[in-house]
């Protein structure tokens, strides 16, 4: 089992959609996670980051924790094609984990027009 | 631009050559990472430092790669007799110590080995 999954897409969604990504990952014992935003050929950017159960909101973005399922979730609402790109989970598996992040492949999102 | 800072940004190289990747983090952070990635996966951590001391390294890390951070601010990381499979992009990472430990990545290191 990996210890970061996510579906590679693509995930394609209308202008003006509501986008669902979501990531599973294995250590119960994980602190904190994350999202970022990947274009092609370009570097990761953090966008969210979720520490606590619930949800947090950020603009068009919101990050959803559910540590007993070991999920977490982002949802773009009115999605635009400059979302178009790979969308990276990363945990940080705390002491266990090396005070690292540990990505999963990413999910690749394509808003169309 | 009070950013990560790596050099170079593309580098071609024969295979068997060595290559140095430079970057700079973010001025008050103490950790730094390095990791590399491949078209289609996500980043794979390789290594850090918590000021100059190499904390963790990766099994990733074969004996052809070394890195340094001699005096706690800038890092090197080098790759020996370079091999094609090598070819990905090398991102640094940098962070501040503490409970919440937010990571910023530079623009990266494109490295193609032929």
């Known amino acids: 089992q990996k210890e970061v999954e996510q579906n590679s897409g693509p995930l394609s969604v209308p202008e003006g959609a509501i986008a669902s990504l979501n990531c599973t990952y294995s250590?119960?014992?994980?602190?904190?996670f994350f999202w970022y935003r990947q274009y092609s050929g370009k570097s990761p950017e953090l966008i969210m980051s979720?520490?606590?159960?619930g949800d947090k909101e950020d603009g068009r973005f919101t990050a959803q924790l559910n540590k007993a399922s070991q999920y977490v979730s982002l949802l773009i609402r009115d999605s635009q094609p400059s979302d178009s790109a790979t969308y990276l989970c990363?945990?940080?598996?705390?002491?266990?984990?090396?005070?690292?992040?540990?990505f999963g492949t990413g999910t690749q999102l394509k808003v169309e027009l | 631009d009070t950013g990560v800072s790596q050099d170079p940004r593309h580098k071609i190289t024969k295979r068997g050559q060595n290559v140095t990747f430079r970057c700079d983090p973010i001025?008050?952070?103490?950790?730094l990472y390095w990791y590399r990635q491949t078209l289609g996966q996500g980043p794979e951590f390789l290594t850090y430092?918590?000021?100059?001391?190499?904390?963790?390294k990766s099994r990733l890390l074969s004996d052809r790669f070394s890195a340094e951070r001699p005096k706690g601010s800038f890092s090197t990381l080098e790759i020996q007799r370079t091999e094609q499979g090598d070819s990905a992009m090398y991102l640094c990472?940098?962070?501040?110590?503490?409970?919440?430990?937010?990571?910023?990545f530079g623009e990266g290191s494109w490295l193609t080995v032929v």
């Open positions: 990472a940098s962070s501040l110590d503490g409970a919440v430990n937010t990571i910023y």
């Open positions: 250590d119960r014992g994980s602190q904190s």
């Open positions: 979720i520490y606590s159960n």
């Open positions: 990363a945990v940080n598996m705390g002491q266990g984990g090396g005070n690292k992040l540990t």
């Open positions: 001025s008050e952070h103490n950790r």
């Open positions: 430092f918590q000021n100059e001391a190499q904390l963790e």
